[in-house]
């Protein structure tokens, strides 16, 4: 009767030993299993969002440069002196460059602090008004934004459609002279278009992105991200001025396939083994041996996840050094673009000076001429009014005439071109004492001989930007001016004894060119373009410019 009681028990025995088995082996996988598991998708949402900060950095700094670029622009707006404004040639130069800058760019508009269109220049080179408003344009909303700010800022309007399908977004600039805002420059840009470029960089990482303003979506790059179960879509927000966009990223599926492991299937599978191991071992008396494992496995668990740290570093270090070459570029583009609008200007005055000279003052001559002859004919006929007359408007054509070769000459002396700065500096100090009324004591170099070109010009712009601030600004009565030279470089030194230069001004910054105009801005930005020094000190008892440009480099 034991025997069968014996017999009738064993197959419960093993039965609850074998469900035991079991039980402990899927307790023991899912112990393993489970942190791997949410390990695995806290790297992958990580590596997402790296990818979105990255995208949201590189974004931010090509905008950022981007708006700069229009910030300058509208400068040489602000820059124009009271009552001689920049000739509409001269704007199409510069505005026609800065299209060509940037290819997603549709149209340049100038408004009016009354918000009222001046004029609009085109990407096909069409001057004129622009085309009818389209429903939702944020136009007038963005133009109310921009006059509403203090610091006189760019702002970005919301993102709307053109009547041909595509999303557009506007820039508006201020143009502020002396502090007060004198019209606004807007730029409105194929959104699409210019996230393409922007992002071009960014298309071979692997993931997928779409920029978003509110409900709508204004971007995405191809490819086969999109948000799934596994790897959901991480978002960073990009705060610009005016607006505030949302970018999204998503792991492409190859990427995706990269990052997704299967060591938590893996290890569950090996969990299972291990807690029957353990069963075994325990009933077998083999503690010891177990422990080791579960040892060597925690090891090899802390060794991955310094790898996968490890490689995280590894990737925002190379986003950083991305970042810093971006800006790098940016900051040669934009030295780049500076010089060659100065060169323009340059080239631009050379080009009127030349035709007021050879071609206006010509016909004012002729018609002095002809209303000489015709006073003459007059005292003939004995007209005493119509005489008189004449008579007026002979003085008045010389006078014209006077006036206009003044002009030409203080555009580009011609004289600079064919003598040098040492015949052109001396004509030039005379009239502008002439003038102005201020006594100016000029030194030159006895054996000064030619210099370069591009020195000879910059040099001579400083000269006038100099002496223009000292009558306008100084209050000297006095000024010096004294021009040498040695093997390597040329000195100009600009002395007066008035009440200096504020340290804001004296400041290379936006706020402090915006409030000084061209003059000292444009000092720096020359004598920057030739590689040379420019040292301004200023007190209470007088400022001196002294400017330093080398030789050697110029000429070759």
């Known amino acids: ?67 700069l670029a229009q910030v300058r622009l509208a400068e040489l707006w602000g820059w124009e002196e009271p009552g001689t404004p920049l000739s509409t040639l001269e704007w199409t130069l510069n505005c026609r460059l800065f299209l060509e800058h940037y290819p997603s760019d549709l149209t340049l508009q100038w408004f009016d602090p009354e918000y009222r269109l001046l004029w609009t220049l085109h990407r096909d080179g069409q001057i004129g008004n622009s085309p009818a408003t389209p429903p939702g344009d944020p136009l007038q909303t963005v133009l109310h934004a921009a006059a509403s700010r203090h610091d006189w800022h760019t702002v970005i309007s919301r993102a709307f459609h053109l009547p041909d399908g595509r999303t557009a977004v506007r820039i508006v600039a201020p143009v502020v002279r002396q502090g007060l805002p004198t019209g606004f420059l807007v730029d409105t840009l194929d959104a699409r278009a210019a996230l393409a470029t922007m992002l071009s960089d960014d298309d071979g990482l692997g993931y997928s992105f779409s920029v978003r303003e509110g409900t709508g979506e204004i971007y995405r790059t191809a490819g086969d991200g999109a948000a799934n179960g596994k790897a959901p879509a991480q978002e960073v927000e990009l705060a610009l001025p005016g607006i505030t966009w949302r970018i999204q990223a998503w792991p492409d599926t190859a990427t995706l396939s990269q990052m997704d492991s299967s060591m938590p299937e893996l290890t569950g599978a090996l969990g299972g083994l291990l807690g029957s191991a353990l069963l075994l071992t325990l009933h077998f008396g083999r503690a010891a041996q177990s422990r080791s494992r579960e040892l060597r496995q925690t090891r090899d668990l802390l060794e991955m996840r310094v790898q996968k740290r490890t490689a995280d570093l590894q990737q925002a270090n190379e986003h950083l050094v991305a970042q810093f070459a971006e ?60 005489s008189g007359l004449l008579r007026d408007c002979t003085k008045f054509l ?94 100009l030194v600009v002395e007066d004894q008035g009440c200096g230069v504020p340290d804001a001004v004296l400041e290379p910054t936006k706020e402090a060119i915006a409030n000084l105009g061209v003059g000292i801005a444009g000092m720096r930005e020359r004598v920057r373009q030739l590689a040379g020094e420019l040292e301004i000190t200023s007190s209470p008892q007088g400022t001196t410019i002294r400017a330093v440009l080398p030789l050697a480099a110029v000429a070759g």
């Open 1 to 67: 009767m034991a025997e069968e009681s014996v017999a009738r028990t064993s197959p419960g025995v093993k039965g609850v030993r074998a469900a035991t088995f079991v039980l402990t082996g899927l307790a023991a996988s899912f112990a393993l299993w489970y942190p791997l598991e949410i390990d695995e998708q806290a790297h992958i949402r990580r590596l997402t969002e790296q990818a979105a900060m990255s995208v949201r950095a590189d974004l931010e700094a090509d905008v950022r440069t981007r708006l």
């Open 327 to 386: 800006r790098v570029r940016a900051e040669h583009s934009l030295r780049h673009l500076s010089g060659r609008l100065l060169r323009l200007q340059d080239e631009e005055r050379r080009r009127i000076a030349r035709e007021l000279h050879d071609s206006t003052t010509q016909m004012l001559g002729a018609a002095a001429i002809n209303a000489d002859q015709a006073q003459q004919l007059a005292e003939n006929h004995r007209d005493p009014e119509l």
């Open 398 to 491: 010389d006078q014209v005439t006077t006036e206009i070769r003044t002009v030409s000459y203080l555009l580009h002396p011609p004289v600079l071109d064919e003598l040098g700065l040492e015949y052109v500096l001396p004509w030039y100090v005379d009239g502008f004492s002439k003038r102005s009324g201020i006594s100016v004591d000029l030194d030159i170099q006895p054996d000064l001989g030619r210099l370069p070109e591009e020195v000879e010009i910059a040099f001579f712009r400083i000269t006038q930007e100099a002496l223009t601030n000292v009558h306008h600004h100084s209050g000297s009565a006095t000024a010096s001016i004294t021009l040498f030279r040695d093997a390597g470089a040329a000195t």
